[in-house]
Each structure stands twice: as C-alpha cells, then as structure tokens.
C-alpha cells in the first residue's frame, strides 16, 4: 500500500475510532508472532534438552544429578552429574564472594565518592571488562594468571593456612579451580557491579541527605540508608551474578583442567557442568554418553533458570514497591 | 528502611575518632575496588596487546593455517576471519528484524500482562547460558545432519534476540507519545504510524543496540562449539558448511602445547579485541547522543 492509498482511504472515510484496518492487522500479528516465538523459544530449549537427553534420564533417572561417574569405557559405562554440578557450584559461589564486595565498593565509589570528572570514564572502563569476550579471558587465565597463581600465590596460601582443606598442595599441571575461580570473578564483578550502581543512584537524595545531616559519616549513611533501600535489589543482582558464573563455560574449561571427582582443595584441577560439556565439543564415542553431556547440559539449565527466575521476580517486586528503574540486563 | 536505628550508639560523639577512622576505610576500600576493576582491565588487555602485537602481520589475515605442520612457513587464520564475518552476519540477519518485531509488539500493541510476561520470557531467555544454547541447537539440527555456519549463526541469534528487543524496547519508550497521537490524530493508521514515524525517530537506538549486539556475539565460542567447529583448513565462506571462527580458533590454540600457536590465538585475541572494544564504545558514545535526539530535547 503507498502512502496516496493510506491518504485518499482516510480522506473518503472520516476515521469512526472502530474500523479495523487491513495493515494493522497485518502488523500486529507479524510482530505478535515474533513475540510469541520468542516465548515458544524457551519452551522448545527446555523441551529439546529433555528429548535429547531420554537415554541417560530413562536409564539413571533424577540419581544421574548427585553421582560421582564418568566412564566413558564400553561394557562399563557409567555416568553422573556429582562432580560437575560440586564443582559447579563451588567455582561460582566462591567467585560471588570474592567479586561482590569489590563490586559493591566500584558501584559505591560510582554514586557516593568518585569526583564528576571521573565517574563516566570510569562508568565505561568497568562496562568495557564486561565486554571482554570470555575465551580472552580464559586464554590469560591459562597462558599468564594460572601460572602466576601457581608459582607466587598458591604456595603462599597453602603454607599459611593449609590447614583448612580448602587449600592443599596445588596441583602440577598450573590449571586449577582456584585459576576458575578468580576468572569467574573478573567475569561477574562488572555485571553485579554495574546493577548495583542502577540501584545505588535510585537511593532519594533526600534520604541520604537526612542521614548525613543528623551527623553519620558517609560510610554510616551508606550502611543506614543505601544498603536498606538497595537490599532487595542487591540480592537479585548477586543472583543473577551467580547464575552467571554457573553458566560461564569456555573460560572455566581453558583453566579448571578437569577431572572427575569430588576434592575440597581449590588447588586441584576439576570441572564444572559447563566446562565439561564444552570440553566434549569433539564428539561422544556413545550415544549414551551424548545423551548424558545432554543431561549436564539440562542441569544446567535448570540451575540458570530458578537463578533467573528468582532474581526477575525480586527485580519486578522491588521495583513495584520503590518505582525504582529496571537495573540493567539481565 | 526503617528498621536500621540511626539514633543508636554508633553517632555518639565521643567516639568519633573511631566512626572516622572506619569512614576512611571503607571509602578506601571503594577507591581500591574500583583501582583494581580498571587495574584487571589494563592487565588483560596489555596481555593481549603486548603479546598478540609480535605476530600481528597481514599474513594472520590472508593465509590459512597449515595442518600439523613441522615447517616455518608462514600460516594464518584467513579461514577464522572469513567465517566469523559469514556468520555474524547471517545471525544478525536473523535476530535484528524479529527482535524489532518483538520490541514493536510489545510496546505498540501487546495490553499490559502481555508485555510483562514476554518481558519476563526476554530475560530469561538472555539468562539461559551460552553453552546450552549451543546443546540445544546442537540437539535440534545438527544431531544427524551434521555441522554448518547458518546451525551456528543460529545458535547466535539466539543469544542477540533478547538483546536486539530490550535495546529496540528502550528506545521506542523515549519516542514521545505525542508524535503517535499526533499521527493518529491525523488520521494515519497504527501500522504507517509505527513503521514511518516511531521507527524512524528510533533507528538511531536500534542501530545502536544492534552495533553492542555485534560485539557481544562476535566474541561467542560457546554456541559455535556444538554448531560449527569441525572445521578443515582451507579459506571459504560458504555457510552450508561448518565455518571456523576467531574465538573457536583461539579457544582451540590456547589449549595447544606450541608456543606459535599460543603467539596466534593472542593475535588473532587483539583483532577480537579491538573490535569490540571499539564496536562498544563507539555505540556507547551514539547511546547519549542519541537518548536526548529521540526525546525532542
């Protein structure tokens, strides 16, 4: 239809408010089901992970989840999710504890304490880490961090407190959990940062102002007035953090070094759900096998799901009761 | 809120010295943070500057690698580049106009529940991880009839859908209803009145979401692992085939034993690099410019 069409059309025809016109329709249904595709997405993920996976979910069933194998070997194959989901989820947790207090410290030095000269460029540098693509990172955390790790720092820790399993002996070969840990790290810091910032600057001046005039120091106010406000926000941004850093798989397979089983050193090489399904990129030798890596892979999923789902619901409900802005992608 | 007791203990005066004692440390601490954020930057970037910059040759470019090779020929990852432009491309090709679609839909039309719900879907779909998307894909076209670059391109597009949407979302919102009512008012329909006067006034935020949409994938190894890895030698670019990409081939050289393949993936790292580092900062720099433009302000 040209635009003389759409005039004249509109010129005969006074507009009655009720006519339901030809391109409107046409429109809304285009664009409505390009939304519902995008909706039916998620469901075919989810689905298609399940269809792919029926050999190893009818053989083993939900103890697949929490056994400690992986035995490719033909006769004697036998497989489970044990060790990848241990390391999974104590790559990620240690990564949310090491990272969220820097990012909470960058997104406070953003709002409360940086001098205006400083805060956009700064703004821009930590969103540019975020942008780093993850194999770069990896690719440092194997060729530079992990044998620096190895040779000053692992050491130093295991004789000081080496007494905590935590930290035994650390392994020969330069790769290790605690290399994974610290990349996720740098991988979640500028995500959980950047939300933190959103939520930090939707703190009322006024508030703010109160507190500082009743006499607290600025690191009282932030603990008396921006923390309470920010909390629920804070605790969303740290789970997506998480969700995050149990998804990330490239970089974690380039430094964590593998390995099946379950060890409390984060000095010894290991894997996670990701990082093992990345590294079987070449190929299953069974077809079983293929539909256990299928399986890790629909843990995975799950696990990045209820993260997701839980901080979308806390983002939509604080925001609901502050009128806050949305903080970020997630 | 108001559960924290500003009255208490903690703002008597007589101790003081010690409440500033702790002020000073915590803000400390937050300029550290935000030194070592940028310091961790600075690292990895110098690394791959300082470390890519000895085998940055046009040769990296123009000549594919040669398989196990003993010589000292020179070899590049001209099959890398070739296929990362192929499939890019293609996957923008394929997320950009849905997700205008998806952002108009919502915006334009979609009632209220509509749009939340399918919002909620967006994020969750940006939240699912790269590496099972790359399964899925894997699961639902490869499995039986193999490898391609269009398999890989859309297993890309997957991960920039919800970004095209939200970006396209953000913009249309800061379109000011009077220019629709206005249009409206005037007679034109829903439909001309979005496609010539909403989506014009909002190319600008598109164009941006889509350059940032770009960079973010251009870097993606995980979806390409499962879709379009198994790849031989030579240059090609045709997406039937399996492709080689940038940050498939690094990811393979950084897990090799030869130190010249170690100089390669850096090289081939500072070209990935630079590009998206220009690519984001270059939309970020149009982002601003852009937000008053569209706003009539």
């Known amino acids: ?55 190893a979910l009818s053989k083993y069933g939900l103890g697949f989840v929490t056994r400690v194998a992986w035995n490719p070997v033909v006769g004697h194959e036998l497989y489970g999710a044990g060790s990848f989901l241990f390391g999974t989820v104590i790559t990620s947790f240690f990564a949310l504890l090491l990272a969220t207090p820097f990012a909470i410290g960058v997104a406070l030095f953003l709002t409360e304490l940086a001098p205006r000269a400083l805060q956009a460029p700064v703004t821009a540098l930590v969103e540019t880490l975020a942008a780093v693509p993850s194999v770069l990172i990896g690719l ?64 009322p001046s006024e508030l703010k102002e109160g507190a500082l005039a009743l006499g607290t120091t600025r690191w009282e106010m932030v603990r008396g007035v921006v923390f309470p406000y920010a909390r629920g926000g804070i605790a969303a941004a740290l789970i997506l953090g998480l969700g995050r850093a149990m998804g990330e798989a490239i970089a974690v397979t380039q430094v964590i070094g593998g390995g099946v089983f379950i060890h409390w050193s984060i000095f010894s090489t290991g894997d996670t759900l990701g990082s093992k399904i990345a590294a079987s990129y070449q190929g299953a030798s069974t077809n079983l096998q293929a539909a256990s890596l299928i399986y890790l892979g629909l843990v995975l999923l799950v696990l990045s799901l ?25 | 809120m108001s559960t924290h007791d500003l009255s208490g203990p903690g703002l008597r005066l007589d101790r003081l010295p010690r409440r500033r004692r702790v002020n000073h440390v915590m803000e400390g601490f937050a300029w550290l943070a935000a030194a070592i954020a940028i310091a961790i930057l600075g690292i990895v970037v110098w690394s791959v500057a300082s470390k890519g910059w000895s085998e940055l040759n046009l040769d990296l470019v123009t000549k594919s690698p040669i398989p196990f090779s003993l010589t000292n020929a020179p070899q590049g990852l001209a099959n890398a580049f070739a296929g ?33 719900g399918v919002g909620l879907v967006l994020d969750v779909l940006a939240g699912v991880p790269a590496i099972v998307v790359g399964i899925f894909v894997f699961v639902l076209l490869v499995s039986g009839s193999g490898q391609s670059g ?118 081939a790292g500072f070209i990935l690099l630079v590009f998206i580092l220009f690519a984001s900062l270059t939309a970020r720099w149009l982002a601003t410019r852009n937000a008053r433009k569209i706003a009539g302000r």
Do not use: C
């Open chain 2, 150 to 267: 269009i398999k890989g391109a859309f297993a890309l597009a997957i991960l920039m859908l919800p970004f095209v949407a939200r970006a396209t979302i953000e913009v249309l919102v800061l379109v000011p209803n009077s220019l629709r009512e206005a249009s409206l008012g005037l007679g034109v329909p829903q439909w001309r009145t979005t496609l010539s006067i909403v989506l014009p006034r909002a190319i600008g935020g598109i164009v941006t979401g889509t350059v940032l949409a770009v960079a973010r994938v251009a870097g993606e190894t995980a979806p390409l692992l499962f879709t379009s890895s198994v790849v031989g030698t030579q240059t090609h670019w045709d997406p039937s085939q399996a492709l080689q990409t940038i940050p498939v081939a690094i990811f393979e050289l950084s897990e090799s034993a030869d130190p010249k393949d170690h100089a390669r993936a850096w090289a």
């Open chain 1, 1 to 55: 239809m040209s635009a003389a069409d759409a005039t004249a059309g509109t010129t005969r025809r006074p507009f009655t408010g009720r006519r339901v016109r030809f391109g409107d329709v046409v429109l809304q249904l285009v664009a409505g089901a390009a939304a519902l595709g995008a909706t039916v997405l998620v469901g075919l993920i989810v689905w298609k992970l399940v269809d792919g996976s029926h050999l």
């Open chain 2, 84 to 116: 990362t432009i192929v499939i890019v491309g293609l996957a923008t090709l394929m997320a950009l106009p849905v997700g205008i679609l998806v952002a108009v839909y919502l915006n334009e039309f979609a009632p209220p529940a509509i749009r939340n």
């Open chain 1, 140 to 203: 440092w955390g194997i060729l530079v961090l992990g044998p620096a790790l190895r040779t000053h720092i692992e050491p130093w820790l295991h004789s000081a407190l080496g007494f905590i399993p935590l930290f035994g002996p650390p392994s020969a070969a330069g790769a290790s959990i605690f290399t994974a840990i610290i990349v996720l790290a740098i991988m979640i810091l500028p995500i959980v940062a950047s939300i933190s910032r959103e939520l930090f600057r939707g703190v």
């Open chain 1, 306 to 330: 209820v993260a997701n789902i839980a901080a979308q619901w806390i983002v939509r409900r604080v925001a609901r009761r502050h009128g806050v802005t949305r903080g970020g992608h997630a």
